[in-house]
Structures are given as structure tokens and as C-alpha cells.
């Protein structure tokens, strides 16, 4: 594409062009999305020392802390709408705060998995990961029903009772029931509360065969722990790829082993047999050493890639606008085989998971390493 006609503007010079990120640093768990941020700054490193460039332009970035408040989201917003060109690989658990001013503003925001009703119905956004509380992959309950003794019929949801997780909770077990799951408990868990031990006691007395989570690390590993010492062994946990980390499994200790994670991305264990994984795991590794990978920094690096495909063939037609328009129309994206095929353009959840499960030392594949695609129920 010919870079004739390109402009500068807000977050374009003649040198570079300014991307923004926001994601909860700080807050009542922090360092909740602190992988998407780290990637994203992995990912410009990474554009920038390959000497990659968009029309002669390298890559800035300004970051933002959005405090997992919809208050700071939104003031991360109305800054980057006059500093940024685009917010890209961003991630809030109260991404509402900042969906109406990214589309008062014009402002492209590509983010990395939007989690509210309210984010999805933005003009301007996209993600990486579409998801929202409107519609859940057939491929989770279907799961469930294959390996449980009761098929299904004996299940437990809990969610911290707070943002996307409090949405996520209450419409997953309606639609997981529309499936045929059965929910004999479902509770809501404060962010505060340390004391799992009633909700464990609960599970017990109603003969729970399966346990799901919707929270973050400290929480899984707090509810893992909890079920050990009280002799609560259900025939499946079932948790998030949020799950799919060290933060959970080095705390947990022998209470995770047994753990199962659904995914829908290439687990890092087969990141030889993907370039773009290993590059995201590699620039991390620079630029952030010590630095955990995980779902949310996946897709964060996912999302970058995403802007720089868009804005690269939009070369010298690109602006805030044209972007916006382009992003309307990708669908299956992968980032190079990295997850599994997301209708970005449409906003609609991926239906393609698979499974693995923690051994103690390492994840391994449950049912095979292909995606299940069952579709979805909304």
C-alpha cells in the first residue's frame, strides 16, 4: 500500500506513532492485568529493534493505569483521546468506564478481550478476544457433561461478585443451563472475603461434582487451597485460562494439581511449534525479565500485531476513521496461529476451545490438542 497521502495528526509526527494502553495495574488485586501491558511494551520493542516501521514511522507507547475502576478507565481515556492515536491491547474488569468517550472521540481501541455489554456496544472498539455476558461457547458445557459422573447435573459456579466477573457469573450459569448443565449452588464471592470455608462446606452438602470460578489468581488458589483442607475432591474443576499461570499453580502448591483450564490459545508448552507465540514470549522475557506470560498478555500482543497489520495496509489512507472502518471487517483472526479464529469484526465470541490440565509440574492436554468448535448458545 502507497504511504502518498498520509497525515499527521494526533499521535502521528513525522517519526513515529504514539499507540496508548491501559490495563488494572493497581486496585483491590493488583497487578490484575499487568500482562497486558507488559506485552504490548514487549510487542513495540519488538516492532522497533526489527526495524519494522508504519510508513517510515516507528512505534510509541504512553501507558495508563486504569486502578480496576471504571472511574480510571475513563480518565485514561479522555488523555489518550488527545495524546494517542489509537488505545490497542488494553484490558479493565471495568472496561464500561472508558466505552462512551473512546467513541465520542473518534478513538480506535483495540483491546485485548472486552469484557462488558457495555464495551462491545462501543463503534470504536474492538478486541483481540471478543467476549461479553450475552453469549458462552457450547465447548465449556459440554465438557462438563462428558466428565462428570451425573452428566453435568451436579454443578457449582462461583464468581467474585464485581465488574465483567459479577456479569460473566450470573449469565454463564444461564446459559451453560440452556446447555443442559445443572447448577445445584451458585454464589457470589466479595473480593475481600478470605474465608472460603463456607462456601466449601456448601459445595460438600450439596454433592457438587463440578466447581467452576470466575475470579483471578489470589482467588482460584485461595478456593483450591480451601477444598483441600476441608477433603473436597470434586470430580472437576473447571476454571478460565486466567488460570493458566504460575501466579495460580506456585501458590497452590499439590491443591492444584488436577486443575482443568479451558483455552483457546496454543498453551506455551508447544510455543516451538508457533513463531508468533515464541516472539511474544521471547520480546517479554526482554523486556520485562522474570515476567509471567499469560492469557491476557496473549492477546494484548495478539491486538498489537492486529493495529499494526490494519494500519500498515492502510498506509497512506490511514487516520482514526479509516482504521475504524477496517477493523469492521476482520474476521478469523488468529495472530499467525496463535489462538484460535476470533470474529473481531462482528464481536462475537470464538466458540473454538480445547483443555489441559495441571499434573503438578506441568499442563497437559485433555482430549486431544485440537480446538472444539460446538458453537454457542445465547
Known sequence: MSCVGLKNGTGITVSTITIGNTADISGPVPGLFTQAQQAVVAYVKYFNETQQTICGRSLALDRYDSRTDAGADQQAYSKACSDTFAMVGAMSAFDSGGASTAQKCGLPDIRAIATTSQRSACSTCYAAQPAGPDEFENAVPDYVKRNTSSGGQRAAMLYINAGAAAESGKSQVQLM????????????????????????????????????????????ARLAQTMQQQGFKPELLLLDPTAYSKQYTDPTGSAAVGTTVFTNFVPFEEAGGNRELSLYLSYLEQSSPGAAPGFFGLFAWSAAKLFVEQATRLGGDLDRASLIAAMKKVNGWTADGMHAPMPVGSKKITDCWRFIQWNGSTWKPQEGTKYQCNGTTS
Open 177 to 220: 443451563t440452556k446447555r443442559g448443565v445443572k447448577f445445584v449452588y451458585v454464589s457470589a464471592v466479595d473480593v475481600a472475603e478470605f474465608n472460603y470455608a463456607p462456601f466449601v462446606q456448601a459445595m460438600k452438602d450439596k454433592g457438587v461434582e463440578s466447581v467452576q470460578f470466575i475470579a483471578a489468581e489470589p482467588q482460584f
